[in-house]
């Protein structure tokens, strides 16, 4: 790998391009040293804090909200409650995408109104001169509430006896959703010589990004505009809906997203924290900052995944695939938030993965409970899908009695497949599946040509049985539309707004690197600006692994752009046809003839500096039709989806006496298309990847059955994993471009939370072989582990 310090262009590289090398990250000095500025380091003069009641029920009818003791204390300037709320002009409920729905249920209420639908739901907001005040009148605010049954598992909700939520919801059903041709799946099945069938979990996790949700809303009464600092990945996106909860037009409204300390999907929607702060500063007309605590983070902030399913794969007797048939029940939790309660309905797009798969029926159902809402998590649909796939391809190679990689390389796609349209719609622009497999495996060092039914259960030393499994994937990335201005200033810098928003991605590094190809200026020479709905156009937001696609390609058009008008202004500095004006390195130049005339008329310049005709392009005369000024916006949208794919490899060894795992080796091949900077994704993978580690080892949410109350609310409770518990990650790649736009790239965030489950419970089932185990639920904790091993050995 070619690396380069964050000098970028150095004497002697002119022509070489930064696009494919691996440039230090600009931003990690700021974010290492501690220079990097958090929504939480905000402050303003008068700076007021909110700090939430929170219900500690999961479900109850509301009676009553005593402040009287709080409002006593020093320091507590206001206790708010949804009346308060109801009688000012905001609607302060965040909207819900109903048309999406089959029942008519409202959104979240920014402050409970009749009834709590989950443990840790707002229902009233106190605001003090200081944070620990805030916290003071919390604890003496009295809350009147008569518990109801409540119900946090999705199968037992969906069933008649379940306490309902929503009286437009009786069974708590809020959308059911079919993908493909279900009679003609059913027949394939009934045809079909071989079924194998799998009823799994794919676990609720909770976000656990190193800086919770945080707002400092500042409403300013003289100009009427109101400013809200946030934990945001999706500064216009958030701008939109608080415009929609507060009932305030969008050109009122700033949304700065500073330094974030990451997002994975959950500060991607909208949520009661930064609503309320923001009406509360309207109200008090003073700034009012709220910064929720872990465990407020963790009570109600958005959860991910969580979904139940029932799914069936037919095969022939060669182990090619016929038909995939799914059903799953997937929890909404208490309210939907934005587009949240949807997502289900199109997660089984991705269920063919890598294969020709002629019949595919996918039944989704989504169903309200007493949980936390759940939101898009990284990946979000993507490894629900995948897992299911991977998982039954396994099972259905044991069955058969197919080595596992064999059966796979059986039913891929290949090269000349593309495009291709899979039973459920989805439209797949390119992939070479079995390069990318080859490369995994040359990697793990496992033999392509061998027998890979893997170590299915060999013991080591120590006795522990040890097992190798893989997942191959696609990801579905990029879709909406990005922006991008490149604005060149007087002295040929160059600034570059973008829509999207960097919370680890290095996009400052990745986006400067492409216009700095573009415009063959420095590196240094070219700023990134991201993060504020006043100085950005207009702008999407990061998710989906969309904004490589989405603004990578944005700012290079917008760059083209501007050099073809520097170009023009170069050929009127030059007195010179347009088309004889060649550009490299910075300099325009034109080449002419010893005896041109205009060269003894105008001294003889043949050559102009980029610098020079950005001063140029602000000064005064230029000719017609040409305007000042030197830059280009450009709103840019991928003809399609572009999708990822990619093969892991994970071995473990599993100790049958105490159920303990060690994921002994891991190996990722990856393919986004050409890397814009490999080092980044190659970062990207090792935190998707740990991230899907976590989902599979350790990370487990509980809710007390009965009562409904979250018990695994503190980072002690939640499995977070450590990074002792992390294998290296040794990573591979191949890049086969998308046609589908310009730069060819496709995304890379989420890969690793998509195949990093399926590899490793693949593996650990193969180390289980010997028991007839042929599935454990994630997580796979020892006690998991243990508990299966001792019933397969009693049976
Ligand atoms: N990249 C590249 N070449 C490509 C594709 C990507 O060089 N062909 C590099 C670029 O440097 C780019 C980075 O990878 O900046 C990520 O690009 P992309 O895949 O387009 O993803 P986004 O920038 O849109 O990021 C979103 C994605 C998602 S959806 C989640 S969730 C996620 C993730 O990124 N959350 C993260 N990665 C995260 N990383 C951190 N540290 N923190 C989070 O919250």
Sequence with gaps: MNERSAAGKRDGDEGNPLVGTGVSRREDRALLTGAATFTD???????????????????????????????????????????????????????????RLDAEIPGHPVLARDRVRYHGEPIAAVVATDRYAARDGVEAVEVDADPLDAVVDPLEAANHAAPTLYEAAPENVVNTSELGDRDATDETFEAAPHVVDL???????????????????????????????????????????????LDLPERQIRVIAPAVGGGFGHKGHHHPGEAVAAWASMRLERPVAWTATRSENYLAGAHGRDHRTDASMALDSDGRILGIRVETVANVGGYGLGGAPAMPSWYGRLLASQYDVPAIHCETRAVVTNTAPIHSYRGAGRPEAIYVTERLVDIAARELGIDPVEIRRRNLLSPDDFPHETAVGAEYDSGEYEAAIDRALELAGIDAEGDHQLRGGERDDAGRLRGVGLANYVESTGGGYESGLVRVHPDGTVTVFAGSHS?????????????????????????????????????????????????????REGAKDVLEKARRVAAFRLDADLADVAYADGSFTVEREREDERLSADGGAESVSFAEVASAAYGRGLPEPLDPGL????????????????????????????????????????????????????????????????????????????????????????????????????????????????????????????????????????????????????????????TAIREATDE
Aim: charged share 20%; hydrophobic share 40%; net charge negative.
């Design 199 to 245: 009823s799994l979990e794919n676990n609720r996790l909770i976000p656990s990004a190193l800086e919770p949700r945080a707002a400092l809303a500042d409403w300013n009464a003289g100009d009427e505009r109101l400013t809200v600092e946030m934990t945001s990945q999706s500064p216009h996106g958030h701008r939109r809906k608080l415009a929609q909860t």
């Design 503 to 555: 919370h680890g991605q290095g996009h400052e590094t990745t986006y400067a690197q492409i216009v700095a190809d573009e415009l063959e200026v420095a590196y240094d020479d070219v700023d990134v600006v991201e993060g504020d709905t006043d100085a950005i156009p207009a702008g999407t937001g990061t998710f989906g692994s969309r904004s490589t696609i989405a603004a990578g390609n944005a700012v």
């Design 631 to 786: 830059e280009a916006t450009c709103f840019y949208e991928p003809d399609g989806t572009a999708y990822t794919f990619g093969t892991h490899v994970a071995f473990v060894a599993v100790d049958p006496a105490t159920g303990d795992l060690e994921i002994e080796r891991y190996v990722a091949v990856d393919d986004c298309g050409p890397r814009v900077n490999p080092t980044i994704v190659e970062g990207q993978i090792h935190g998707g990847v740990a991230q899907g580690l976590g989902q599979v080892c350790t990370e487990e949410t509980v809710y007390d059955p009965d009562g409904g109350r979250l018990l695994t609310d503190t980072m002690f409770e939640y499995g977070v994993p450590r990074a002792s518990q992390l294998p290296d990650v040794e990573t591979g790649a191949t890049e086969t471009p998308s046609p589908l736009n310009p730069l060819g790239v496709k995304g890379i965030g989420e890969a690793g939370t998509i195949a990093a489950p399926p590899a490793v419970v693949n593996a650990v089932c193969d180390a289980l072989a010997p028991y007839g185990i042929e599935h454990v639920d994630m997580p796979l904790t020892a006690e998991r582990l243990w």
């Design 41 to 99: 380091d905000r402050s303003e003069p008068d700076l007021a804090h909110l700090a939430f009641v929170r219900s500690e029920h999961a479900h109850a009818r509301l009676k009553g909200v005593d402040a009287s003791a709080a409002l006593e204390l020093d320091g507590v300037l206001a206790v708010y409650i949804w009346g308060d709320i109801a009688d000012s002009e905001s609607p302060g409920v965040i909207p819900i995408a109903s048309d």
